[in-house]
């Protein structure tokens, strides 16, 4: 049976999509349709997780999923309601102060294109990180994943972030982080996996290439690195002793209708292979195949319109044309 996933959303927001036939900036616009629902890195995840377990994919027929975060306010009864319809096991965490969830804006056009506004969130303090970390990981044992995914409110440092990481591994769970700015690179060493996009891999080590940038976080001590780049495939850089071992994995050409989420959509891939292989180092020959599945659900999650939902049968398609290949340097 597969393990328990708990996934951790530090920073969940209602996702707020407009849609503007021609949007300028410095003018009004009228918006013709706005839609609202449940986001956040982590809740796309959760959501993406549930999917794969209902059709019983990667062996997650048994996978449990769980969901914790920071929450408050308004809109924090608003996300907590609509997820109880996903029927996601949710334990949040409510800062005091007035903590309130953030929104996140999607501008999109005529022709598909999206635009978004993030609010940074409200700040917490290092006892809600303790009070996050407590909750998260009542639930984490042997052979768990605990997913991290998303960006931090502002207040929180790295080192709440990389207790919580330890914490878990301590527990015997494995570990997944997804996040951006200075936090993926300085909270490298606690994962197990960390799943940055060509760009956000840039930005926290200044590197361009995948190659390198996985590199530094290897050697800050990540123990794996999957790098997304949009429809040119994903990248897994694994460390093996002093080698670095490297796969690479990329879609056939799809429609894209809404490429927002598919990162998540990977990492919830990675966490459900993980999950289900409680034994598997990702050194070696599975890695291919996480690395194909994650691949496959993400090209699957962009031809949906909305961000955390994939159609079983586009995903099976589309695996079977997914093949990773072997891209380990020459000595
Ligand atoms: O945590 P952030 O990096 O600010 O990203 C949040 C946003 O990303 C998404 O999860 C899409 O990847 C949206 O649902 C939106 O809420």
Known sequence: MAGRVVVVTPNPAVDVTYEVAAPRMGEVNRVTRVTRRPGGKGVNVASVLRQLRELGAQGAPGLRVRLSGFLG??????????????????????????YRTRTTVVVRDQDGAATGFYEPGCPVAPADWQALEATALEAVGR??????????PPGTEAQEL????????ARGARTVLD???????ACAAGADLVKPNLEELTQATGE?????????????GARGVVVSDGPRGMHLFTADGQRVRSWH??????????????????????????????STDLI??????????????SAAAVRTPV????????????????KAENTDAAD
């Open 307 to 322: 961000a955390g939902l994939v159609d079983p049968g586009t995903y099976t398609t589309i695996l079977n044309q997914v």
């Open 249 to 278: 994995a990329a879609p056939p050409r799809v429609e894209v209708v809404n490429p927002t989420g598919a990162g998540d959509t990977a990492v919830a891939a990675l966490a459900a292979f993980i999950a289900a292989h409680p």
């Open 143 to 152: 052979g768990d994943v605990l997913v991290v995914s998303g960006s931090c």
């Open 284 to 297: 070696g020959g599975r890695a291919v195949e996480a690395l194909e599945a994650a691949v496959a659900l």
């Open 162 to 169: 990389t207790g919580l990481l330890e914490a878990a591994r």
């Open 73 to 98: 306010g308004a809109q924090g009864r608003e996300l907590t309601e609509a997820l109880d319809g996903w029927g996601l096991e949710q334990h949040w965490v409510e800062p005091e102060g007035g």
């Open 179 to 185: 996040t951006s700015g200075p936090l993926l690179l």
């Open 208 to 220: 361009p290439d995948p190659r390198c940038g996985a590199e530094v976080l290897l050697d800050a």
